[in-house]
């Protein structure tokens, strides 16, 4: 069993930046891919990025790509999401993953992963 808590979501205006964290419980940090995805009201929920067990392998949706950076931290037990240059359409229910199927690569698909957290939100004004 692994548990999520994400923080730092909140309301800021286009072109600001937010940092999202993630702390992870439950397991060993090391053996766990780590994602974060966004669900947008009346949409899916989509990837935004993910991050592999050591850090070496990273994804990024098309639509943050250059603007989000994310890290993980093996000795806190954390991940962090960076958003720079914030967009209205950025605006949305954040949440943390976790993928325990000790993968490689970084996935970046819901059905890999195994644990989520209860989401924070992030609201973009224009």
């Known amino acids: 069993q692994v548990h999520l808590v994400e923080s730092g979501g909140g309301l800021v205006q286009a072109g600001g930046s937010l940092r999202l964290s993630c702390a992870a419980s439950?397991?060993?940090?090391?053996?766990?891919?780590m994602g974060w995805f966004r669900q947008a009201p009346g949409k899916e929920r989509e990837f935004v990025s993910a991050?592999?067990?050591?850090?070496?392998?990273?994804n990024y949706a098309d639509s943050v790509n250059g603007r989000f950076t994310i890290s993980r931290d093996n000795v806190q037990n954390t991940v962090s999401l960076q958003m720079n240059s914030l967009k209205p359409e950025d605006t949305a229910v954040y949440y943390c993953?976790?993928?325990?199927?000790?993968?490689?690569?970084?996935?970046?698909?819901?059905?890999?992963?195994?644990?989520w957290g209860q989401g924070t939100q992030v609201t973009v004004s224009s």
């Open positions: 993953a976790a993928d325990i199927s000790f993968r490689i690569a970084a996935p970046t698909t819901r059905r890999d992963y195994d644990y």
């Open positions: 439950g397991r060993t940090f090391s053996t766990i891919a």
């Open positions: 991050i592999s067990l050591s850090g070496g392998s990273i």
